[in-house]
Nanobody
Framework: VQLQASGGGLVQAGSSLRLSCTTS???????MGWFRQAPGKEREFVAA????????RYADSVKGRFTISRDTFKNMVHLQMNSLKPEDTAVYYC??????????????????????WGQGTQVTVSS
């Protein structure tokens, strides 16, 4: 599946952004995830949503501020980001995989677990 992320931009701390991920095929059987990578850092998990949409998971750093959702009819996944902080600055990537489990693991999903990736969208939060 091909993915394309959009919605990034330059905002002030405390602002909100909504990222979207458009897919090339139906995503009803895919776990969808968002990752981010800041300059000089490794790509890190942000959020994931199960194929059914019934289970979500968030990195501790974004819990309570970010919300992942999916629109199966439009084959899109969104990441609503509120109360943005300068440390949220990164390139954000959407990812898809048929086999990643959102729940049932002590550890967050890793980037290596996902087979398909979008090109990324830049989010910059100024203080």
């Amino acid at each position: 599946v091909q993915l394309q992320a959009s919605g990034g931009g330059l905002v002030q701390a405390g602002s909100s952004l909504r990222l979207s991920c458009t897919t090339s095929e139906r995503i009803s059987s895919y776990t969808m995830g968002w990752f981010r990578q800041a300059p000089g850092k490794e790509r890190e998990f942000v959020a994931a949503i199960s194929w059914s949409g019934g289970t979500t998971r968030y990195a501790d750093s974004v819990k309570g501020r970010f919300t992942i959702s999916r629109d199966t009819f439009k084959n899109m996944v969104h990441l609503q980001m509120n109360s943005l902080k300068p440390e949220d600055t990164a390139v954000y990537y959407c990812a898809a995989d048929r086999w990643v489990m959102v729940a049932g693991s002590l550890n967050d999903p890793e980037s290596a677990d996902f087979e398909s990736w979008g090109q990324g969208t830049q989010v910059t939060v100024s203080s």
